[in-house]
């Protein structure tokens, strides 16, 4: 099986190919250009540096939230665009699960991505096994506390939330320092995960495939409020 798998869910972007277990090519991004200019060159360089051609692709994934509304929106209409002329199988991967299957060794990793005002998307998995330990969630850092005192060590966090965690729990025992430069989200973990998902659950035609953003966009947000504020006018209004 030949394996496309894209990230644009955060600030890098990241491709991998992978055939069976075995990573053909891999490559990150972190230039600050917009994942609109990035992504289909990297596509079409990690294809033709493999020798493949999209007739020769089995799967396509993609990294389906939570992350930048925007980012994921462009991975997605890419994947869905690649997919659609074939009918190609696809499978949207959790971000933090992605985050998670790029890294390894024992105990804990949780993939946490910033959600902005002190908050962040994230879930926690075993790190020799990558079974999932929590759900996927957007919570203030300080709701991490309980999991973090109790989970099995040593606990790595990854992803562009990490910095805001290892602020707050980085004296905490059994945490351990993970350099910036290895905790981004790699294309390999975007691959693994998709096979391990693809395994359990089968996959989806380009049509099913979907974003998970986990929360209401800022717009949408800021819009509810709004409604609140005037429900409130008219109901002291009306006493």
């Known amino acids: ?64 939230g939570p992350g930048s509304f925007t980012g994921l929106r462009i991975g997605l209409s890419v994947v869905k665009g690649l997919a659609q002329p074939r009918q190609l199988p696809c499978v949207g991967v959790s971000t933090l699960a992605a985050l998670a299957y790029g890294c390894t060794g024992e105990g804990t990793v949780i993939g946490a991505l910033d959600a902005r005002r002190g908050q962040v998307y994230w879930a926690a998995f075993d790190l020799a096994s990558h079974a999932r330990l929590t759900d996927d969630a957007a919570e203030p850092v300080e709701k991490l506390e309980k999991f973090i005192k109790t989970c099995k060590k040593p606990l790595l966090f990854v992803g562009d939330g990490a910095t805001l965690c290892y602020n707050r729990y980085g004296q905490e ?7 910036p430069a290895l905790g ?56």
Do not use: F
């Not at 972190?30 to 020798?51: F, K, Q, V, W, Y």
């Not at 025992?173 to 350099?179: N, R, T």
């Not at 981004?184 to 979907?210: D, F, H, N, T, Y």
């Open 1 to 64: 099986m030949n394996l496309l798998a894209v990230d644009t869910a955060g600030k890098t972007a990241a491709v991998a190919l992978m055939a069976q277990d075995r990573l053909l090519y891999e490559a990150q991004l972190n230039n600050g250009l917009t994942h609109s200019e990035t992504l289909l060159p990297m596509i079409d360089t990690a294809l033709r540096c493999a020798g493949l051609g999209m007739e020769q692709l089995d799967l396509l994934a993609v990294t389906n």
């Open 173 to 179: 025992p059994g945490v351990a320092p993970c350099p």
């Open 184 to 239: 981004i989200l790699r294309g390999a973990g975007v691959a693994l995960a998709a096979k391990a998902q693809w395994e359990r659950e089968g996959a989806v035609s380009p049509a099913q495939l979907l974003p998970d953003y986990h929360r209401l966009s800022q717009a949408e947000r800021e819009r509810a409020a709004r409604e609140e504020q005037v429900q409130r006018g008219n109901g002291n209004h009306g006493i």
